[in-house]
C-alpha cells in the first residue's frame, strides 16, 4: 500500500504561516458585522485549512494565502464598524459575488483534497493548475475591491501594506500575527519555495493581476532569449520605457509576457502588472483612454485625456504593456498624433515602466529598443522540438529552420502543421520544398501570410502608392535584397522611392544590413513573385542587371575596375540567371549575361556558381552551350580543380569542331594545354599548343601566336628545357606591341622571369620581374602583382637568401586577400620558406592553413601537393626529434 511522501523540513515553516493566516481570518469572521464578509473570511479559512492539510504546493499555497489576506484586510478595512445597512449597493453586490466565488473556492478544494487523500499521495503537478485557477478567481475578487470598494471606502492596493499592518486591531491577542505576514510570507518565499540551488524556471503558477487586464500566462517556452529578457527586466527595474521592435511573429509578445511574470518583476511590481491588446479596440484616443482607465482600475467613464486618470497612474510603482501598439501608434491612423503624445506622456510618469512592442519603429524619444537578434540554431531547433517531437532529433530540421531565417513564429507554425498531420521528417522537407509559404499555416488558420498581411494593412503602408507591393516583391526575389546605393537607377521611374523603403523599414517588413534593404526569409517567401515573368518590376530590374553583366571585363579595359560591383551583388545577379535560364532558356540575352557573369567571378570574385548543371543540361546544338562551358572551365582553373576544367573543356571543343569554328577550337585548345600544365601532362600540353599556334598562324592572328609562344615557354619550363623555354619566351615579346596589349605583356614578362631564374641567370630573371611589376602596379593587376612575389620569393629561397624571400611572399599575400586559392599557395610558399630555415613547427602551422583553404576551394591537386609537403615537414620533426637524427631532410619541390 502506498504511503505519503514525507515533508521537507521547510513545510513546517510553510504550515505556522498557513495557520497565522488561517487564525487571523477566522478571527476576522468572528469580529466582523457583516454577515456575507463573515461568510467570505471562514471560506478563505476553510480553503487554507484544507490546503494546509492536504496539498504539496508549497509556493502555491503561500502565495494563495498572501491574495487571500489582501482580500480579508481589505474587506475588513471595508466594513469595519458597519452594518450591512450601512453598505452602499455596488460594496454589496461586491460582497455577495465574492462570497459565492470563495464557497465554490471552497467545495473544490475540499473535492481536490478527498482525491489526494484516497491517493496517499501529493499530487502536485495536478494540485499546482487547481490552485492557479483559484488564485485567478481570488484575483478578481481583489480586482473587485480595489475598484468598487474604492469608491466607497478610499481603499486601492497601494493601500494593501498599511491595511496588512492594520489588521492587527481585528486580531488583537494573536501576537500580531497579520502585521508580520508579509515579512514572513517573504522569508519563507527566499527559504522554502526557492532553497539553494532551486532554478527560476519552475512550475510556479503566475499570479495575476489585482485589477484591470491580467497578465496572460507566459509562454510555455521562450527559447534563446535569456539574454535580452535580463536586459529588459533590468530596465523595467529602472523605470525605463522599453520597446521591442521587430517584424511579426519574430516573438516580441513571448518575450513581454515573459518579463511581467519574471519573478524579479512580480516582487517589484507585485499585481500592478498590466497588459492592453491594442489591437483589440478600435483604433482613437477615446477607446484607448477607456482601455487604460480600465486597467489600471480608475473607471473613469469616457476619459478624453490622461489628466482624471493622473491619481490612478501616479498612485503606485506599475509595469504596462501595450502589445501590438501599432495599431495606434502608425503615424496615418486615426488621431495618430494626440495617441503619440499619450504614449508619449505615459512613458514620462516617474512611477511607471511603459513597454510597447511593435512592428512599427516610430515610438516616442527616450524609448529603450533593445535589439531582438536572430534565434541561435539551436534555440529554433528547440522550438521546433518542444511542439513537434517523434523520438529525435534530425539534420533535417536544423536545415529548415536556416531556410526560415529561425523565425520564431515560421518555426512555431511548421512544427504545428507537421504535428497536426503526423508528417514524418521526409513528408515535411517534401511539403516544404513543394509549397514553402503555404506550409506555414495551421488547421486552426493561424498563418504567416495573416501575419503579413496585417502590416500590409496598415495605414502607413497603404499610404505609400500603388508601387509598394511591386516593390517589396523585388525585394523578396533577390536573395540579397536591393542595395541602397542602386535605388535610383533601379527604380527611376518610381517617385519617393527611398522614402517609400525607409517606410518598409519602419513597417518592420524589411530591415538594413551592410548598405543593403533586406527581409526575413519567410517574408520573402510570401512576397515574392510566384511567376517572374508577370511582374513587370521585376523584370525591368533583371533587364538592369543583365545590362551591367553585358560589359567587357579585362584588365587594361574599360570598366574593368566598374565590374568589381558583381563581388558585393553576386548572389543576387546568379539568382537572375537560374530563375531566368530556366523559363527563358533560348534567349540571347540570357546567356550573354551568364557568360558575362563568369567573366565577372573570373576576374573579381573566384567563386564556384550552382549554375553549372544549367549549362550542362543544355542540348549540344544549343547556340550559347559551347561558350558557356568554357567560362565555366576557366573559373574552375582559378579554383585549382583542373580535372574539372579538363572534362568541360573536353566537352566544349567537341562542339566547336562540330561547328568548324576554328578560332575557338584554337582558343579551347590553348585552354586545355594549361590545365594539362597545372596536372602535370606537359607532352600532352605542349601538343595542343603547337596545333593551336598553328591554326592561328593560318589565320594570321598575331596576338594569339604570342600567346601560345608564352604558353610554350612555361611548358618547356615546366619539363625543364629552358633554352626552349628562353626562345619561346623571347619570340612572344617580339610578337607583341608595347601598347594596347600591356596585360600580355606582364604576363610573359614574369615567365621569362621565372625561366631566366632557373637557369641561374639572376640579372635577367630580375629585369623581366621588375618589368612585369610595373606594368601590374601602373594598372592595379592584383593577380600579376601577386604571381610576380610569388616567382620572386622563389628565386631568392633557391639562393637561400631567406630574408628577401620572406618580404616577397609576404607582400604576396598582402596581394591575395580576396583570392582564397592564391592566399593558400602563398602561405604554402611561406612554410617552404621556413622549412628550408628548419623553422619546422612554423612551417608545419602555415601548411595547415594552406591545406585548410585548398580542402575547402576543392582545389584536389594543390591538396594532394600540399599533403605530400606536410608529410615531409612531420618526417623532418620526428627525425630531428629522434634519439640519433637521420639525414638532414631537402626541400621538397613546388
Not at 602596379?777 to 592584383?782: H, I, P, T, V
Not at 617552404?832 to 585548398?854: H, M, N, P, T, V
Request: charged residues 25%; aromatic residues 8%.
Amino acid at each position: 500500500m502506498a504511503t505519503d511522501s514525507p515533508k521537507p523540513k521547510e513545510w513546517d515553516g510553510v504550515v505556522s504561516t498557513l495557520n497565522v493566516f488561517i487564525e487571523a481570518f477566522n478571527l476576522a469572521k468572528e469580529i466582523s458585522s457583516v454577515t456575507p464578509a463573515r461568510a467570505v473570511f471562514g471560506s478563505v479559512a476553510v480553503i487554507l485549512t484544507t490546503i494546509k492539510e492536504s496539498f504539496a504546493n508549497r509556493q502555491d499555497c503561500i502565495e494563495l494565502g498572501q491574495t487571500c489576506v489582501e482580500i480579508c484586510c481589505v474587506l475588513d478595512r471595508g466594513t469595519k464598524g458597519k452594518g450591512a445597512e450601512h453598505l452602499n449597493q455596488l460594496v454589496r453586490d461586491a460582497i455577495n459575488r465574492a462570497q459565492t466565488t470563495v464557497a465554490e473556492i471552497e467545495r473544490n478544494v475540499k473535492k481536490q483534497s478527498k482525491r489526494n487523500a484516497a491517493s496517499r499521495l501529493f499530487h502536485a503537478k495536478n494540485d499546482q493548475a487547481k490552485i492557479a485557477g483559484w488564485a485567478s478567481d481570488l484575483n478578481k475578487i481583489l480586482q473587485i475591491f480595489n475598484t468598487e470598494l474604492a469608491i466607497d471606502t478610499n481603499v486601492t492596493a497601494s493601500n494593501t501594506h498599511n491595511v496588512v499592518s492594520d489588521t492587527h486591531n481585528v486580531v488583537s491577542g494573536t501576537q500580531n500575527v497579520v502585521s508580520e505576514t508579509q515579512n514572513m510570507v517573504s522569508d519563507i518565499h527566499r527559504a522554502v519555495v526557492k532553497p539553494q540551488g532551486a532554478s527560476d524556471g519552475g512550475n510556479s503558477a503566475a499570479p495575476t493581476s489585482a485589477h484591470g487586464e491580467c497578465p496572460p500566462p507566459p509562454p510555455r517556452t521562450c527559447f534563446g532569449r535569456n539574454e535580452l529578457i535580463e536586459k529588459v527586466v533590468c530596465l523595467a527595474e529602472d523605470l525605463e520605457p522599453v520597446a521591442l521592435i521587430g517584424a511579426g511573429g519574430i516573438g516580441k509578445t513571448s518575450i513581454a509576457l515573459t518579463v511581467l511574470h519574471h519573478d524579479r518583476i512580480k516582487k517589484r511590481f507585485g499585481d500592478n502588472r498590466r497588459f492592453i491588446r491594442c489591437d483589440q479596440f478600435p483604433t482613437s484616443l477615446p477607446h484607448l483612454l477607456s482601455r487604460l482607465s480600465e486597467v489600471i482600475g480608475a473607471d473613469i467613464e469616457n476619459p478624453t485625456d490622461l489628466a482624471p486618470l493622473r491619481p490612478f497612474l501616479s498612485s503606485r510603482e506599475m509595469i504596462l504593456f501595450l502589445d501590438n501598439a501599432e495599431s495606434i501608434l502608425d503615424p496615418q491612423g486615426t488621431d495618430a498624433r494626440e495617441i503619440y503624445k499619450t504614449v508619449q506622456e505615459l512613458s514620462r510618469f516617474s512611477n511607471i515602466c511603459l513597454g510597447v512592442t511593435s512592428r512599427i519603429s516610430t515610438v516616442p524619444p527616450h524609448f529603450r529598443r533593445p535589439i531582438i537578434s536572430s534565434l541561435s540554431a539551436q534555440s529554433a531547433c528547440d522550438i521546433f522540438y518542444s511542439i513537434y517531437d517523434n523520438g529525435g532529433r534530425s539534420e533535417v530540421i536544423g536545415d529548415l529552420v536556416r531556410q526560415l531565417d529561425f523565425h520564431a513564429l515560421s518555426i512555431t507554425l511548421l512544427a504545428t502543421t507537421a504535428s497536426h498531420n503526423f508528417w514524418d521528417y521526409t513528408r515535411l522537407t517534401n511539403e516544404w520544398n513543394v509549397q514553402r509559404a503555404q506550409v506555414l499555416q495551421t488547421d486552426y488558420n493561424e498563418s504567416l501570410a495573416a501575419t503579413i498581411e496585417l502590416s500590409l494593412a496598415s495605414p502607413t503602408f497603404r499610404s505609400l502608392g500603388p508601387h509598394a507591393r511591386d516593390l517589396l516583391g523585388v525585394v523578396a526575389f533577390l536573395p540579397q535584397g536591393i542595395n541602397e546605393n542602386n535605388l535610383n537607377w533601379l527604380f527611376s521611374t518610381i517617385p519617393n522611392r527611398k522614402n517609400i523603403f525607409d517606410k518598409f523599414c519602419v513597417l518592420s517588413l524589411t530591415s538594413r544590413s551592410n548598405n543593403f534593404i533586406t527581409m526575413l526569409a519567410p517574408i520573402r517567401d510570401h512576397l515574392r513573385p510566384r511567376d517572374p515573368k508577370l511582374s513587370p518590376l521585376l523584370c525591368t530590374t533583371k533587364d538592369y542587371y543583365f545590362t551591367r553583366l553585358s560589359v567587357f571585363v579585362n584588365p587594361g579595359r574599360p570598366g574593368f575596375e566598374e565590374a568589381r560591383w558583381v563581388v558585393s551583388e553576386d548572389v543576387n545577379a546568379e539568382h537572375l540567371l537560374e530563375v531566368f535560364t530556366s523559363i527563358d532558356t533560348n534567349s540571347d540575352i540570357v546567356w550573354d549575361a551568364f557568360a558575362g557573369f563568369m567573366m565577372h567571378l573570373y576576374w573579381h570574385k573566384r567563386r564556384y556558381t550552382v549554375l553549372g548543371p544549367r549549362v550542362e543540361g543544355l542540348a549540344d546544338d544549343h547556340h550559347s552551350k559551347p561558350i558557356c562551358l568554357i567560362h565555366l572551365a576557366r573559373l574552375s582553373h582559378l579554383l585549382g580543380n583542373y580535372s574539372e576544367q579538363k572534362r568541360l573543356l573536353s566537352q566544349a571543343i567537341k562542339l566547336k569542331k562540330e561547328r568548324e569554328d576554328d578560332s575557338q577550337v584554337a582558343y579551347v585548345l590553348r585552354l586545355l594545354s594549361i590545365a594539362n600544365q597545372a596536372l602535370g601532362l606537359h607532352d600532352e600540353g605542349i601538343q595542343q599548343t603547337k596545333e593551336a599556334l598553328a591554326i592561328y598562324e593560318r589565320l594570321g592572328y598575331t596576338i594569339n601566336q604570342a600567346e601560345c609562344w608564352k604558353d610554350l615557354a612555361e611548358l618547356f619550363h615546366s619539363k625543364g628545357r629552358l633554352d626552349d623555354a628562353e626562345k619561346a619566351g623571347l619570340h612572344a615579346i617580339d610578337l607583341l606591341p608595347e601598347k594596347g596589349e600591356e596585360f600580355k605583356l606582364c604576363q610573359t614578362h614574369r615567365s621569362l622571369g621565372s625561366i631566366y631564374g632557373a637557369k641561374r641567370e639572376k640579372e635577367k630573371a630580375i629585369d623581366h620581374f621588375e618589368k612585369a611589376l610595373r606594368l601590374a602596379s601602373a594598372f592595379g593587376w592584383r593577380n600579376q602583382l601577386f604571381w610576380n612575389h610569388y616567382s620572386l620569393a622563389g628565386l631568392f629561397l633557391n639562393e637561400a637568401k631567406f630574408d628577401e624571400a620572406h618580404s616577397h611572399i609576404d607582400q604576396a599575400k598582402s596581394h591575395a586577400a580576396d583570392n582564397a586559392l592564391y592566399l593558400g599557395r602563398a602561405m604554402e610558399w611561406k612554410a617552404q620558406i621556413w622549412y628550408r630555415q628548419r623553422r619546422l613547427e612554423d612551417a608545419l602551422s602555415e601548411a595547415l592553413g594552406a591545406l585548410e583553404i585548398f580542402e575547402k576551394l576543392g582545389a584536389s591537386t594543390d591538396t594532394v601537393r600540399c599533403e605530400d609537403f606536410l608529410e615531409q615537414i612531420e618526417q623532418a620533426i620526428a627525425a630531428r626529434d629522434a634519439p640519433s637524427s637521420g639525414p638532414t631532410a631537402t626541400s621538397p619541390s613546388h
